[in-house]
């Protein structure tokens, strides 16, 4: 599955019209992402986030929530600091 929006630096926009909202701490990686990357969504055991979306070429994992979720402030300090 492809990219079909990437407007906004935290939110992705796939092919199938699922959209991501990205974690915080994987923004570095989301900006490496070309209009060809291909990904696979998968659920995930996290603490934070239920899926990823893993980069086929590279293997690369960023850590997602359905688009209409948010992130608590205290979640995402509580991970920088650990």
């Known amino acids: 599955m492809r990219i079909k929006k990437h ?3 935290y939110i992705v926009e796939l092919e199938d ?7 915080p ?10 209009p ?9 055991d996290d603490d ?3 899926h990823a979306l893993i980069d086929h ?5 960023v850590r997602v929530v359905e688009a209409t979720a948010t992130f ?5 300090e509580a991970s ?3």
Do not use: N, Y
């Open 17 to 23: 019209d699922s959209a991501w909202r990205i974690w």
């Open 25 to 34: 701490c994987d923004l570095l990686t989301s900006l490496h992402w070309m």
């Open 7 to 9: 407007e906004k630096s």
């Open 48 to 50: 934070h986030c239920t």
């Open 80 to 82: 920088l600091v650990s």
């Open 36 to 44: 060809t990357t291909q990904f696979e969504v998968s659920e995930i």
């Open 72 to 76: 608590a402030p205290e979640q995402i």
């Open 57 to 61: 070429t590279t293997g690369m994992r």
